[in-house]
């Protein structure tokens, strides 16, 4: 009820709507609320660089927006595709800190026999370290941890809850930055199966044209245990975000999409193609 109410206050702020400021002192108090917040994010922007946030890599900068990715992979003759993939509202609640929820995702298939349904519900805590804007060395140092809950129906999400702990920085050289991560997803059962995972993700982006991020990412995971011990699967993911542009008031819309190849002979799909659609506010 809590997280509604924020969410709802922040709605209002951006509406403006007549009597929220000045009905009585409740409502003057909920918009100080609204202003305080907004003007956390508004410095949390201020003082970190100024990239898009790139289309697999989650971005070690801290945003305020709403996602919404979609992700289509191909295995052999069949797809699978995911509406939702992971992402969802994105808040800067305190000083140098970011939270996300996402709703479970939807997953479809075309593989007889298998079935569709909702997958795992996914959060995400972002604690920024240290960081630059553009005149300030350009630059961001943040520690995440992020985690899944098992709510995914049939076979559409893991048995256990999925814990991440990830490390991610970046720089920037003018109009080129480098983002980047490293992880490890540590289950909190059956770890004899899936083995704790280690995630490393490397962009290098673009900017250009006012609007354009071009970029390539380099999206590895490797396996030391588990059902997979051993392997290692690389993918290439060039892709391209376009924006923000103002819509109204704070808010903005980018857009992206791009696509990973598998570049291992071992891999769990070949292609993911993926779309998204960002609000900043």
Known sequence: MR???????????????????????????????????????????SGQPHWAAPIFTVTPRLV???????????ISAFTNANYGSGKGLELVPVDRVELSVSAPSY????????????GDMAFLFKYRAAAGNPENGNYVVTAMFAATVPTGAYTNGAKDALLTPTLAVGKGWGNFDLQSTAGVTVPTGDVDLLGTPVVLNATAQYHCLKYFWPELEVNSTMWANGKNAGKKQVF??????????????????????????????????????????????
């Open 236 to 281: 290439l993911s060039p892709g391209l975000v376009v924006g923000k542009f103002h819509i109204w008031k704070r808010v903005g819309i980018a857009v992206g999409g791009g696509v990973q190849i598998a570049a291992t002979q071992f891999h769990t799909y070949e292609h993911n193609w993926v779309t998204s659609a960002r609000f900043p506010f």
């Open 64 to 74: 305020q927006q709403f996602r919404y990715d979609m992700g289509w992979q191909s």
């Open 3 to 45: 997280y509604a109410a924020i969410v709802l206050a922040l709605f209002l702020g951006l509406l403006n709507v007549p009597g929220w400021t000045q009905s009585n002192s409740s409502q003057s108090s909920s918009n100080g609320f609204v202003s305080d917040w907004f003007q956390r994010s508004s410095r949390a922007e």
């Open 107 to 118: 997953l479809t298939h075309t593989k007889p026999g298998v079935n569709d349904g909702i």
